[in-house]
């Protein structure tokens, strides 16, 4: 049995202060496998410019004449893509440790524990990515 309500004709966005973890850990999973697929257009759009680099001539890659590797370290030396970088790895993070989650609730592991593991998924993604955040950074100038 179903059971609807009426939603009139403007959503009311006040109401996510009722989403519990669980509808909370489903919409950044959704953004962030969103955000993934975004990401893997933008990157094979990047490995697209890679066709002089197939070749595999030395001279070109050593000339600095090849677009790829021009390309990687022109946006390598911005700060902004680093930045974006350590983004990158956050929604990643997220995405894998909260899939888990979702695999151990689909397998009946750790149901009473949804909540608790959607919370710790959060604040282990937090660590990694805090923790990378000197291994991304090395190098880049202010």
Known sequence: ?????????IEDFGRWKEFSAG???WIF?????W????????????????????SGDAALIQQETDVYTTTIQGLESLFIVR?????LLAVAVFHILNGLR???????VGLSAQDKSFYASLVLTGVITVASVPTFMDGVGF
């Open 1 to 9: 049995m179903s059971q609807s309500y009426n939603r009139g004709l």
């Open 23 to 25: 509808m909370w850990a």
């Open 29 to 33: 999973h959704k953004f962030t496998g």
């Open 35 to 54: 955000m993934l697929i975004g990401y893997l257009f933008t990157h094979i759009a990047v490995l697209s410019t890679a066709i002089g680099a197939a």
């Open 83 to 87: 930045v974006l970088e350590v983004g």
């Open 102 to 108: 979702l695999l151990m609730v689909d397998l009946g």
